[in-house]
């Protein structure tokens, strides 16, 4: 396993950007497929975007698709969300998370690395 932090949350206006970081401890990082979750109040958490160590293409949530953009820089150990054009709807605690393996997966239960989360509060 390796350790995450997340960082980078926030209260942004609607139309506006934040960047969230995950920072990870670790040697193996960089052969983790990393993945960012979020779960917004009565809400399951749910899958929004994974890159894998591989170079596959990432891959996103319908609903963010366009918007948000996940990169990795491996000599940092650190994972990045780019989220453009926030909406109210994007508001939720934002999950990094990571798992060995090269192919990507949107099943929470399949990562076994987790961070604490950061709040996105996203206003109308």
């Known amino acids: 396993q390796v350790q995450l932090v997340e960082s980078g949350g926030g209260l942004v206006q609607a139309g506006g950007s934040l960047r969230l970081s995950c920072a990870a401890s670790g040697r193996t990082f960089s052969r983790y497929t990393m993945g960012w979750f979020r779960q917004a109040p009565g809400n399951e958490r749910e899958f929004v975007a994974a890159?894998?160590?591989?170079?596959?293409?990432?891959y996103y949530a319908d609903s963010v698709k366009g918007r948000f953009t996940i990169s990795r820089d491996n000599a940092k150990n650190t994972v990045y969300l780019q989220m453009n054009n926030l909406k109210p709807e994007d508001t939720a605690v934002y999950y990094c998370?990571?798992?060995?393996?090269?192919?990507?997966?949107?099943?929470?239960?399949?990562?076994?690395?987790w961070g604490q989360g950061t709040q996105v509060t996203v206003s109308s």
């Open positions: 998370a990571g798992y060995n393996r090269a192919a990507i997966t949107t099943m929470t239960h399949q990562y076994d690395s």
């Open positions: 890159l894998s160590w591989i170079g596959l293409s990432p």
